[in-house]
């Protein structure tokens, strides 16, 4: 499995940025995807996920309303539409896939992509 992040860059704060994750290596039907973040000496956060078949999303209460996940089958890519961004959303973003088919927010996936960098500056 192959995750490619990429879509992050600098914008201000009440921007908005679309994150865009291509999956490959599988078929992924039963696999469920996510986006986290991480800023330096912290632990990497959830953000959102989703299965693949659809159904299933959760998002982080720190962007619940604001950012939303979403995949595209064809294409075989998740994104993650980030709107009324803030600081705080500084972060390296991740996408994630897991093929045991049950949406958990802790970061036990198992695979991941290199990250994108998303910058909010106030």
């Known amino acids: 499995v192959q995750l490619q992040a990429c879509g992050g860059g600098v914008v201000q704060a009440g921007g908005s940025l679309r994150l865009s994750c291509a999956a490959s290596?599988?078929?992924?039907?039963?696999?469920?995807m996510g986006w986290f973040r991480q800023t330096p000496g912290q632990e990497r956060e959830f953000v959102a996920a989703m299965r693949w078949s659809g159904g299933g999303t959760l998002y982080a209460d720190s962007v619940k309303g604001r950012f939303t996940i979403s995949r595209d089958k064809a294409l075989s890519t998740v994104y993650l539409q980030m709107n009324s961004l803030q600081p705080e959303d500084t972060a390296v973003y991740y996408c994630?896939?897991?093929?045991?088919?049950?949406?958990?927010?802790?970061?036990?996936?198992?695979?991941w992509g290199q990250g994108t960098l998303v910058t909010v500056s106030s």
């Open positions: 994630a896939a897991d093929s045991r088919s049950i949406v958990v927010t802790r970061a036990i996936y198992e695979y």
């Open positions: 290596g599988r078929t992924f039907s039963n696999y469920v």
